[in-house]
């Protein structure tokens, strides 16, 4: 599609960076995180939680043609607990807390102007935690991947609750808060779902997936979008039927190849060329209906 993409894995279990780089890089990256030549997130943010310095603005690796990394850590969960005291001190208008919420929204931007990089899209934990806040309230957008089950149908309405009330206490931190300080988007903007890990038979998806299917379809417009409209009707914006984004069906066969060979489904070594090619298909329909929303 012709666009500049970057890539930051803010999940501690670096998954993104596992999938895209040789583990022995991986490990080599971990273990030198710390170090003056640390290349991860987490290098780029301790001299701010540690010492209280400045971040330290590391570099983006490209990992194919259009696509950078920023590479995880699993010490970004001590960021996470220094969060939790960072939004507190927001609260009471103390100029560290703003500077330690931004810390990562300010690596990411500078990273993302010198790529010139037309989209970011985070890779974050399944959960609410202060990491995801701070990262949902500095993005413009947010999609939720949601697999056939009982746990992501009534996980809508916990993000969805979630998210309201951190776009509202976020708008009066925002109003309170020092003059000159960096502050985040605080808007996100639901866009809506899109179906995983289901099963298909005869071109259909099995019965047992199908009905949690309908479930998502119902509790993502009244779990996130009704309550997300209830702050800001602009937080929500279309039809019902729009914020089903596409469906991604378990690809079983070819995911284990994608994971070990760090490639995409479709280019992977192995797998039937019928599988490789209608998963193309399918992420490229994702991916066209996503730029669609944000153009919306």
Known sequence: ?????????????????????????????????????????????????????????????????????????IRLSEYELDLHQSWIDCLQRKIRGFVGTTALSTLVSSSAQALEA??????VGPNI????????????CF??????DYFSTRALKTLGHSVASWIRDWEIISKLAPRDVKLLHGRPVYLGYVLQRFRMYGGEIV???????????????SDV???LREVDEALAPGS?????????????????????????????????SYLKGEAKTAFRDFAAKVIARIGS
């Open 1 to 73: 599609m012709g666009k500049t993409v970057l890539l930051v894995d803010s999940d501690p279990q670096c998954n993104l960076t596992s999938y895209l780089v040789q583990a022995d890089v991986v490990d080599k990256w971990l273990d030198e995180s710390d170090g003056k030549n640390g290349q991860t997130i987490w290098s780029a943010l301790s001299p701010l939680i540690e010492a209280g310095k400045e971040i330290k603005i590391i570099k983006s690796f490209e990992r194919s043609e259009r696509v950078h990394l920023l590479p995880g850590d």
């Open 118 to 123: 037309d989209y970011v899209l985070y890779d």
């Open 129 to 140: 935690g202060p990491l995801n806040r701070a990262i949902l309230l500095d993005c413009d």
């Open 143 to 148: 999609v939720v991947p949601a697999a056939c």
């Open 207 to 221: 019965s047992t997936d199908r009905e949690y299917a309908r479930q998502l379809d119902r509790h993502s417009h």
């Open 225 to 227: 979008a009704a309550v």
């Open 240 to 272: 019902p039927s729009q914020f089903k984004l596409g469906q991604i069906k378990d690809f079983a066969a070819i995911a284990k190849l994608a994971q070990t060979q760090g490639l995409a489904f479709g280019d992977v070594n192995g797998g039937t």
